[in-house]
């Protein structure tokens, strides 16, 4: 009688994905990401705010906000970066289109800005196809308290 020994290959190929752990590293991907992802802030320049009596909060998404930053002598920085003020409307108006005229335009500027500086700014946004613009400005203390 011939034995009939020997080996039996218990475990065979599992054609499932194991799903145990599917959470764990979906878990540890949400943190890298949340960890090496970058948010831009934006610098305060050394400004002094106009006032308002009255004031709104922009509500738009900090991607769909450009900063115009305005400096008493006419100095002009976009995002942080400074330009002449003859090529605002040619720096603005690639931004606004590929937006798909959703950017709004905020205008931060100082309260002893000349007017015809303002008002140079405002053409070349014109210039640039531009319909969406705010002003920045400090609402006032006592009125704040008054609103509440």
């Not at 039996?8 to 878990?27: G, T």
């Not at 100095?75 to 798909?100: G, K, R």
């Not at 709004?104 to 700014?121: A, H, K, N, T």
């Amino acid at each position: 009688m011939g034995m009939r020994g020997g080996f039996q290959r218990k475990s065979k190929a599992s054609s499932e994905v194991p799903s145990s752990s599917l959470a764990d590293i979906a878990f540890l991907l949400l943190i890298f990401f949340m960890v090496t992802t970058v948010f831009q802030a934006d610098r305060d320049r050394p400004i002094t705010w106009p006032e308002a009596g009255a004031a709104e909060k922009i509500d738009e998404k900090q991607k769909n906000i450009l900063n115009i930053w305005m400096e008493r002598d006419g100095s002009i920085f976009i995002n942080d970066q400074p330009y002449p003020m003859v090529d605002v409307s040619a720096v603005v108006a690639p931004l606004y289109a590929a937006s798909e005229r959703a950017l709004v335009i905020s205008i931060r500027g100082d309260r002893e800005v000349p007017y015809r500086f303002m008002d140079q700014v405002q053409k070349e946004l014109v210039a640039a196809g531009v319909v969406r613009v705010v002003f920045a400005a400090q609402l006032e203390q006592s009125m704040q308290r008054e609103r509440r």
